[in-house]
């Protein structure tokens, strides 16, 4: 529906509106959890909507290698070099906000202005919520088909031995940066702020500057503590158990582009009884993937009740049917704890 009057506040003596910008956060930007993939970015760029993305397997050194001698006959076989390949699926999005004409004439205000200096901000979160979907749906397909090999129950509220064992599921593997103090660390673990507020009650997050510099996140086991209520909560009441999530470097291959027309304005001259009226339309092409996984496409319903759907929309995303491992496990940089609260 259009903004229309009874929408506005209205002022006497100043007609001048706060423009109060929403307290949700892009801290998956911030944090470098979503970062822009040129390979990623290439692929949204091709004629088509589902693409596959091949690697190289790497070299398995569990092989013994061969021995030399000095025996004519004896004749080394060669390894074979083998690919394998995941598939992404590209979103195709768009979003619109009409406002009636009347309502400029008669505030001086346009709503669509406010509406343009917040695009930005905007597409930001609906990537970061496309996001969230897309591991819930990874979390849910281990959980259905893995044997959960990469969560851990903390049994209770959340604990460092929890967080600990949840970065163990990685092995080996276990991917690690270089922190600027020097320390080695995975890069994020992303929480809901209930599970945030437990931690705090003990004091163990650590806002230590470093190098003088006042910290942008507070830090855990030495990394970024992601605060997002959009973390989902597994059942309700006093057994609810809340979903925190580490991000290993380059868990997600994020990638997004404009639309030729991704910003166009459409004007109704007959509506208001001829008033008229002025909408916004809004348009972006998203791929966010998880390496190590392909998706599936068994189920794509975009928006419900749409005759051909193109799109993931984010139940689609979060459902276990709709992802298959690729990689083996300690090669995803993914895990997953699951906690409740202290009483």
Known sequence: MPTILS???????L?????????????????????SNSDMSQLLASPSNTFTIPWWVDLDASIESNYSNDVYTDIAVPLAVTSAEMQARAAYLNEGWAAMNLVKNIT???PLDFVASRLTSYWQRVAQRRTIATVVGIYNGNVAGNDGDMVVDA???ITAASVIRARATMGDYTPQIVTPNGTKALSSIVMHSAVYAELSILNLIDFTPIADQVPEFGRYQNMLVVIDDGMPVI??????KYLSIIFGPG?????????????????????GNGGGAETLWTRRNFVVHPLGYSFLSATI?????????VSANWSDLALATNWQRKWAR????LAFITSTLGS
């Open 108 to 110: 001086n205000q346009d």
């Open 7 to 13: 929408d506005v506040v209205f002022r006497d003596e």
């Open 301 to 309: 319903t975009g928006t419900p009740g749409t005759t051909r759907p």
């Open 251 to 271: 868990a997600i291959g994020y990638a997004e582009e404009q639309d030729e027309n991704d910003i166009a304005y459409d004007r109704e001259e007959a509506r």
């Open 235 to 240: 059942g309700t009441g006093a057994d609810a």
């Open 155 to 157: 049994g209770g509220p």
């Open 330 to 333: 300690k090669q995803v940089p």
């Open 15 to 35: 007609r001048d509106y706060m423009r109060v910008n929403t307290v949700e956060k892009t801290a998956f930007f911030q944090s470098g959890i979503l970062v």
